[in-house]
């Protein structure tokens, strides 16, 4: 970790008199904006919403620092209209250039398109949507944590295996310190018996959210997508933990949905209480899909605002942009901490109400007890 | 609103992820961990009670210990004064035993003086009656002589006796 940081900086003080000399010649911008504004805006405007917009979406590329002509090429996955998957690199379309494969036209959706942003099929000059699935930056960061949790996850499975009921130190007893809190914490303490079968999906959840949500902290290259703030992610998980909570629901749960104890009127002829059940089955994943999202994504965002103030602040006054600066700087590093925070508390926060939900429908009820004392 | 609709290629590469990643933890990783994590914690439970039965014997240890010591003194003094009434038994046998050998030798010496007194009576008796023969025998052998003679002659003999004697 310390090494990291060193690299950090080294890569810093490296970039950093390029930027001056950069900034001295061009107009007063910073290279945070030449950054963030990308190909889109022109010369010196800055469009917040715009550059909100696209550091919070997903691209094609992977932005590389102070530098918004060059990106990570990603391999680009489609199908076309003929049928046939087509692969290449994000490169070749980066700024707008078309590639021709196999008969098939593609670039990426000019600006006021429906599409916009995204890579389009050039079908009798329409532009047509294809199947994509791309390994974008979403897509790759997605790659990048499943391996980083499976790697960490592994370390401590091996240290278990070899060293026995010895407790790890250092950085291995921080993840195992997490992996105790989960399981004994929320797991075991919410599902009791049931812990066992329902820890390791539970599990693989939190790593995964945690892992996400930290990686998404880190500005540069390994880091900076905005996975968990991006409703697609947020969305496959909550219906995982749909599915899970009603496959394993007892007959009790599937009872209090469909002819729950209350008094007849409310369920007989004008089924009420089992609409607002069925309803109820539904909003649970949808609340947990946006909790998650916009908790992600809101903390993001305002770290943006906070940055994009100083530019706005900057075209108006320098005076005002430099005093802007100082306490915009402030504010994002105190809100990227807190953010550390959010991103262990929204992954616990899933966790726990996965398991909640899990606990809900796994209820034997009275019949079961009853026919326990019988 | 980019933002709101879930994409496809996303949605589609999350779960496989995911599933590569469940499969991944669930198959080489949870078991080991969370058993690892459970035997520790019962390794700690094990080590915990251990340890308060071996405060709680080592308490009682003490007091143990105190109550042996007491026991130990008590039968100290129990065998030193069984061995001191042994002791003064063993005298006062050992001294009537004697007393009574003794009674024993005098009585057998006190049993041989008086025969041998005896013994002797008779032998001077014996003597006495022997030298009265003897006498006699002198006196009838020279009864012819005077009484003066005669008593001369008692007397010489009685000097000879004497002086044998």
Not at chain 2, 107 to 125: G, M, N, P, T
Request: charged letters at 20%; a negative charge; hydrophobic letters at 50%.
């Amino acid at each position: 970790m310390k090494k990291f940081i060193k690299y950090i900086f080294v890569m810093l003080a490296v970039l950093l008199p390029d930027f001056a000399a950069r900034g001295a010649e061009a107009e007063p911008q910073s290279p945070a904006v030449a950054e963030a504004d990308g190909a889109h805006s022109d010369e010196g405007k800055v469009n917040p919403k715009e550059i909100i917009f696209e550091h919070l979406g997903d691209a094609y590329g992977w932005e590389v620092p102070f530098d918004h002509h060059h990106r990570i090429p990603l391999p680009i996955i489609v199908k076309a209209k003929d049928g046939g998957f087509r692969c290449f690199m994000s490169s070749r379309i980066e700024h707008g250039e078309e590639y021709t494969d196999g008969g098939a036209v593609f670039t990426i959706a000019k600006f006021g398109s429906p599409h916009q942003g995204k890579v389009v099929e050039i079908v009798d000059g329409e532009e047509y949507r294809p199947l994509d699935i791309s390994i974008t930056k979403n897509v790759a960061a997605l790659f990048i944590t499943v391996v980083l949790v499976s790697l960490l996850m592994l370390w401590l499975a091996r240290w278990h295996r070899k060293k026995g009921s010895k407790s790890p130190r250092k950085g291995l007893g921080a993840i195992e310190t997490c992996v105790e809190f989960v399981y004994n914490g929320v797991v075991k303490a919410t599902l009791k018996e049931d812990a066992p079968k329902f820890a390791p999906y539970l599990m693989t959840v939190f790593f995964f959210i945690l892992g996400m949500n930290l990686l998404g902290l880190i500005v540069v290259f390994p880091g900076g997508a905005n996975l968990t703030g991006n409703i697609a992610i947020t969305l496959v998980l909550a219906v995982m933990t749909f599915f899970v909570t009603n496959i394993y629901g007892t007959k009790h749960y599937w009872k209090e949905i469909f002819w729950p104890d209350v008094p007849l009127w409310l369920k007989f002829p004008l089924p009420i209480m089992p609409v607002i059940e069925i309803f109820g089955m539904f909003t649970k994943p949808a609340a947990l899909t946006v909790r998650l999202f916009a908790n992600m994504m809101g903390g993001h965002m305002i770290v943006l605002v906070l940055t994009l103030l100083i530019f706005i602040f900057s075209a108006m006054n320098p005076v005002a942009g430099g005093l802007t600066t100082v306490v915009s700087v402030g504010f994002s590093i105190f809100m990227l901490l807190i953010d550390v925070l959010v991103s262990f508390i929204q992954a616990y926060v899933f966790t726990m109400l996965s398991t909640i939900f899990i606990s809900l429908a796994r209820e034997k009820g009275h019949e079961g007890h009853e026919e326990h004392a019988k | 609103m980019e933002l709101f609709t879930p994409d496809f290629g996303l949605i589609f590469w999350m779960f496989v992820s995911f599933g590569v990643l469940f499969l991944v933890l669930w198959r080489y990783a949870w078991p080991i961990i969370l058993k690892g994590l459970d035997q520790r914690a019962d390794l700690i439970d094990k080590g915990v009670e251990y340890a308060q039965n071996a405060k709680l014997q080592l308490d009682n240890a003490k007091e143990e210990a105190d109550k042996y010591l007491a026991q130990a003194r008590r039968q100290q003094a129990d065998m030193l004064r069984e061995a001191d009434k042994m002791k003064n038994q063993i005298i006062e046998e050992a001294r009537t035993e004697a007393q009574k050998e003794a009674q024993k030798v005098m009585d057998q010496a006190k049993v041989s003086i008086a025969q041998q007194q005896k013994e002797a009576e008779q032998a001077f008796r014996d003597q006495v009656s022997d030298f009265a023969l003897q006498i006699a025998e002198k006196v009838t052998k020279q009864n012819l002589a005077d009484d003066k003679a005669q008593t001369r002659l008692v007397d010489s003999l009685l000097d000879e006796m004497e002086s044998k004697n």
